[in-house]
């Protein structure tokens, strides 16, 4: 065998100790940090972050087809003395590529699939984690700690204040509770309106069951009805459970609107809606509806004295989307989402 060959297969043969060596390496120092710091955050009470766990699971996987093909490519290399051992080469190592695609995505579908657990950030910059337990769905919830980990925590008074804060960008403060033993809280941008919280939802991007929205639309709607509403619609406090759901609830100014007096009312809504939109402010002189968006309650009645027939919201802003905004909020949208109300 000729020497010029021979120093050839001992530099491949290097080549491949080396790339097998630091693959072998990357892999062992991932593997050991990853669980020192299991080990590390555990004692402090943190845990990772999901992203975490989902990339050391993904890179336990990549890393061994990637240390099979070099060493399986560095194989085949020496195939290339004719021009058929390269056809053959090229068509061993893409065959491996195809396998070692499938099987990847393979196994990422079967950790999605086996994985029980799952982080959603919510609006307050804090996370919801949700347990597979069978059929059904446990949540607790953690706060971030840095890039790496979170820390659960127990929701509280305090941690009330601090999520309704965070969402709308305010200082909110505990008053009390509520005669239904629900916390209450006021902050000075919103002028001190009561937000009530009736606990945790386990839906939706905000943790927290309250009613700011409502509040807040209701003490617009008394502030501006004799700007607005015109054309004799009355008000009322609508004590009833607004929510849909069981729990007592704080009382809404509601909009009541007649059978007879449906396009009317609604040019005063949409009259309402797009000051709403591009004038109201905050105590601060932000934009009242930049963090949340408004929700006007309507009773429907027949007549006048009848008693009501049938309940619906109509949000607005220039928040999240919110159907009704003031680029395309209409009289004829309006009347057509009232004239529902009485079917």
């Not at 989902?54 to 290399?77: A, K, T």
């Not at 449906?262 to 934009?287: H, L, Q, S, Y």
Request: glycine content about 6%.
């Amino acid at each position: 065998m000729q020497p010029k060959m021979l120093n050839s297969k001992k530099r491949n043969r290097q080549i491949g100790i080396k790339v097998n060596t630091g693959i072998i390496a990357v892999w062992g120092m991932m593997s050991v940090l990853y669980y020192i710091g299991k080990i590390i955050t555990g004692g402090q009470q943190l845990e990772y972050r999901e992203w975490v766990n989902s990339w050391y699971v993904l890179l336990f996987w990549f890393i061994p087809l990637l240390l099979i093909g070099v060493n399986f490519w560095l194989q085949l290399r020496k195939l290339h003395e004719q021009e058929k051992g390269r056809k053959l080469r090229t068509i061993c190592f893409s065959i491996y590529c195809i396998f070692s695609v499938l099987f990847f995505l393979a196994a990422i579908f079967l950790y999605a699939l086996m994985h029980d657990t799952t982080e959603t950030t919510l609006d307050d910059g804090n996370f919801r984690i949700g347990i597979r337990a069978g059929s059904q769905n446990e949540y607790y919830y953690a706060e971030p700690v840095n890039l790496f980990t979170r820390k659960a925590f127990e929701w509280n008074n305090d941690k009330y204040a601090e999520s309704l804060s965070r969402t709308y960008d305010a200082v909110f403060q505990y008053t009390g509770d509520d005669e239904n033993g629900n916390p209450q809280f006021v902050a000075s941008e919103y002028f001190d309106i009561k937000v009530t919280v009736y606990g945790i939802d386990d839906d939706g991007s905000n943790a927290l069951d309250e009613d700011l929205r409502f509040m807040v639309t209701s003490a617009r709607l008394q502030e501006e009805r004799e700007k607005y509403f015109i054309n004799g619609e009355e008000f009322e406090l609508f004590y009833e459970d607004y929510f849909g759901w069981s729990s007592p609830r704080n009382p809404v100014y509601a909009l009541v609107v007649y059978d007879d007096m449906i396009e009317e009312t609604a040019e005063d809504i949409v009259a309402f809606i797009k000051n709403e939109c591009e004038n109201a402010v905050r105590a601060d002189g932000k934009p009242l509806y930049e963090k949340t968006y408004g929700s006007i309650y309507i009773l429907f009645k027949s007549s006048d004295g009848s008693d009501y027939i049938g309940t619906r919201n109509i949000p607005y802003a220039n928040y999240d989307s919110i159907w009704v905004n003031d680029e395309n909020v209409s009289v004829e949208d309006i009347i057509s989402y009232l004239e529902s109300g009485f079917r």
